[in-house]
T-cell receptor, first 114, second 114 residues
Framework: GAGVSQSPSNKVTEKGKDVELRCDPI?????LYWYRQRLGQGLEFLIY????????KSGLPSDRFSAERTGGSVSTLTIQRTQQEDSAVYLC????????????FGQGTRLTVV | AQKVTQAQTEISVVEKEDVTLDCVYE???????LFWYKQPPSGELVFLIR??????QNEISGRYSWNFQKSTSSFNFTITASQVVDSAVYFC???????????FGSGTRLQVQP
């Protein structure tokens, strides 16, 4: 597609439920990133995929968070047993993979846990 | 370890004033890349500029200019003759060969009053 696409754009879930957030990167981009942005805060790194390399999961805040990237393209971020502190905008970005290139961001998924 | 510090949380100026947004970074790598992104009220992050560690030449793009100084580990961003449309949150970010995923600063919220 023309840009990074994320779905859903908004998600309201009950505490304790699992949620899946989807990201479609720009076609041909080998690097894919997930970030979390709490209200009024900066971007918190979650996970980074680069080609067939093992993902950098160092930013995942707990074992309730996981992500996968199938076929080197679409990625799904899963949050199990959601808690109220998980409420945030989850941003996905993709790039060509070289550290010198900019990342292109999607519009984000706003997750609200009630 | 990487770190990006944007000490200015919020800046308010009147239209046509010049404003400088500060960014200080830390990295152990000699090869690294610096970025500025803009996040308008709509929420989507917009790439503004990138710089690599070997290129200290300052850059001007219209009303925007960037001052990269390795000696002080700073990569400051100046908007000349600010406009209301410049109102946004501005993020500075860093990547290096150790951590390719972008590390973001906490952002500076710029409010330009008419």
């Amino acid at each position: 597609g023309a840009g990074v696409s994320q779905s859903p754009s908004n998600k309201v879930t009950e505490k304790g439920k699992d949620v899946e957030l989807r990201c479609d990167p720009i076609s041909g981009h080998t690097a894919l990133y997930w970030y979390r942005q709490r209200l009024g805060q900066g971007l918190e790194f979650l996970i980074y995929f680069q080609g067939n390399s093992a993902p950098d999961k160092s930013g995942l805040p707990s074992d309730r968070f996981s992500a996968e990237r199938t076929g080197g393209s679409v990625s799904t971020l899963t949050i199990q047993r959601t808690q109220q502190e998980d409420s945030a905008v989850y941003l996905c970005a993709s790039s060509t993979g070289h550290p010198n290139t900019e990342a292109f961001f999607g519009q984000g998924t706003r997750l609200t846990v009630v | 370890a990487q770190k990006v510090t944007q000490a200015q949380t919020e800046i308010s100026v009147v239209e046509k004033e010049d404003v400088t947004l500060d960014c200080v970074y830390e990295t152990r790598d000699t090869t690294y890349y610096l970025f500025w992104y803009k996040q308008p009220p709509s929420g989507e992050l917009v790439f503004l500029i990138r710089r690599n560690s070997f290129d200290e030449q300052n850059e001007i793009s219209g009303r925007y200019s960037w001052n990269f100084q390795k000696s002080t580990s700073s990569f400051n961003f100046t908007i000349t003759a600010s406009q209301v449309v410049d109102s946004a949150v501005y993020f500075c970010a860093l990547s290096d060969t150790g951590r390719r995923a972008l590390t973001f600063g906490s952002g500076t919220r710029l409010q330009v009053q008419p």
